[in-house]
């Protein structure tokens, strides 16, 4: 059964409309073949971007959909419902268009932001290293100025869309001031000098590719700086806490995937003579998964709304983040156990559901970091 | 070129359909409501003539209130505006009485060339109503397109039936309806459904097409639905095990249906 969405016009449900169809009718059908073969597929993204799709939450001015979070969200919800690497693709190119859009000039909006959005382009979100993941401050890729440019160098891991990026969205370290230090960059793809690693062999999300880049003096115009020195860790920090209500979204969508199918298998399996959902073991764990699936939505939907009306969300977006993929977890969990030993094998999308699952726990900030941004909210009242 | 669009809004075929008990007409509570596919690639045809051409495109829709879900599905793929006729008197006007309301409707359309449609509707399946257009308003028809091409004045259809394929001509203006052959339908994109908040949706009763609300709908229905009953659930089929003979059997078996 789809979510029952309360929205708040007639655009918001006609763009829920339009996901459903594209997510029923071009991404489901393709999602286990892709997944199964390791396959990025750059051309559902193209689809996406002529729809609109990629640029949701942006201004109309410059090519985006003007819609609040509380419905890009659930536009998102609905993809990652259909297809997981996608939706998280989707949540990566609007989290990698943010700076930009929020903390660029009106110059550099002018210049780059309807290029961004206008759906033919992918961006990726380069700030995890491999020394410094939950650490981010810790970074070390190197941008020296020279003259008009800065020269960049180092390594970026685990960077979605890595290598078939159009743009990326990169923090570099500009000086040895520690946290602040940190400078933010818009960098073309095709800048020479940019290289990506062969693609990590993930236990999920196999779709969606990750990879390290490297930056070997990549010369990058001081003009493509976003914000001033110093101040990137601050920027990529206010990306995160957009990216991470992007990511409760499609825990949400992944979560409810597996609740339909649980569901859908335990009216029609039947043992000892009857439908395996007439028994109560099964019915409360049922219950259970869709009161944490309706729970999650609405933590999501509350952080969102705070974010529409330009109130402070940090806390909510962590919590969230946490609630929601805690709940995907439990949920893909619970649903390979509702299909007994058809949910462990490969002929049914649960097992793939809960591969799927336990990245959203890392990624953007791991679980426990989360706990760590919501304590020190707490703490500093 | 101008032209005009007979739309539909039908229950979803991916949901569950069935009649009303009270008095077997649709029952529109039942099922998700989506503009027709057939009427899609209506559109899509229309929205690429104009592309090549120029013009406007007019969609016309009979149908309750929440019909305008539909309109507003073609108005964001493209189409320029709508005329809506919204009336309780039509519940169910059966395809005659449509026929004469949509004339109507299509008449307070100014120089309109071309009238496009769907061959049939995905629920009630008559497949008469274009062909009953064109005779009412006196213009020539060309059903079960599956091509569509101009010259000057003159349209050309390959018309696609079980019987064969047949090329067929009419100059313009004219009434053509469409297969599921015709094309792939566009989807609608973010900015389409922005931009189809603006376009003009003109609303008229069966009064203001100058038409006695005792002309439509069921009371006045020249064919009535007596009884209706659900398809039966699918029985368990035959099986044939493969002893060499396997594909023999299924020939037979096709043949004992008539199928082959
Ligand atoms: C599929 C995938 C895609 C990704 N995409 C991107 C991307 O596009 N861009 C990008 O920049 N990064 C990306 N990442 C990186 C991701 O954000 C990091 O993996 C994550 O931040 C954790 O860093 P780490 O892997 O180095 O783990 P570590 O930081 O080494 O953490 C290891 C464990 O220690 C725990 N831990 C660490 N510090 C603390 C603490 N202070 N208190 C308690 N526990 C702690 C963590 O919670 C974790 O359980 C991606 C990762 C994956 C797997």
Known sequence: MPAQRLLPSTEAEDLIALVREIARDELAPKTAEAEAHERFPREVFRLLGKSGLLALPYPERFGGGAQPYEVYLQALEEIASAWMSVAVGVSVHVMSCYPLATFGTDEQRERWLADLLAGDLLGAYALSESHAGSDAAALATRAVRDSDDYLVTGTKAWTTHGGVAD???????????????????????????????????????????????????????????????????????????????????????????????????????????????????????????????????????????????????????????????DTAMRVTTDAVQVLGGAGYTRDFPVERYMREAKVLQIFEGTNQIQRMVIARDLRNG | MNIVVLVKQVPDTWS?????????????????????????????????????????????????????????????????????????????????????????????VEGY????????????????????????????????????????????????????????????????SVTEKINEPRYPSFKGIMAAKKKPVNTVTVADLGIDAGEVGLAGALTTVLEAAPKPPRTAGERVEDDGTGGTKIAEYLVGQKLI
């Open chain 1, 167 to 325: 743009f990326y969205t990169v923090m570099v370290r500009t000086s040895d001031d520690g946290a602040r230090g940190i400078t933010c960059l818009l960098v073309d793809g095709g800048t020479p000098g940019i290289s990506a690693a062969p693609p990590e062999r993930k236990m999920g999300l196999t779709g969606s590719v990750t990879a390290q880049v490297h930056f070997d003096g990549v010369r990058v115009p001081v003009a493509r700086r976003i914000g001033e020195e110093g101040e990137g860790l601050k920027i990529a920090l206010s990306a995160l806490d957009s990216g991470r209500l992007g990511i409760a979204a499609c825990a949400v969508g992944l979560a409810q995937a597996a609740l339909d199918e649980a569901v859908a298998y335990a009216r029609q399996r039947t043992q000892f003579g009857r439908p395996i959902i007439e028994f109560q073991g099964l019915e409360f764990l049922l219950a259970d998964m869709a009161a944490a699936v309706e729970s999650a939505r609405a933590t999501y939907l509350e952080a969102a709304r705070r974010r529409d009306r330009g109130l402070p969300f940090r806390r909510q977006a962590s919590i969230a983040k946490l609630v929601a993929t």
């Open chain 2, 16 to 108: 569950e359909r069935k009649l009303t008990d009270a008095d077997h007409t649709l029952d529109r509570e039942a099922a998700d409501a989506v503009l027709d596919e057939i009427n899609e690639r209506a559109v899509e045809e229309a929205l690429r003539i104009k592309e090549a051409q120029g013009g406007e495109v007019t969609v016309v829709s009979m149908g309750p209130d929440r019909a305008t879900d539909a309109i507003r599905k073609a108005l964001s793929m493209g189409a320029d505006k709508a005329v809506h006729v919204s009336d309780e008197a039509l519940h169910g006007s059966d395809a005659v009485q449509t026929a004469r309301v949509l004339a109507k409707a299509i008449g307070t």
């Open chain 2, 113 to 176: 060339d071309l009238i496009l449609a769907g061959n049939e509707a995905t629920d009630g399946r008559a497949g008469a109503v274009p062909a009953m257009i064109a005779e009412l308003l006196g213009l020539p028809q060309l059903t079960q397109a599956r091509k569509v091409s101009f010259d000057g004045s003159t349209v050309t259809v390959e018309r696609e039936t079980e019987e064969g394929l047949t090329t067929v001509q009419a100059s313009l203006p004219a009434v053509v």
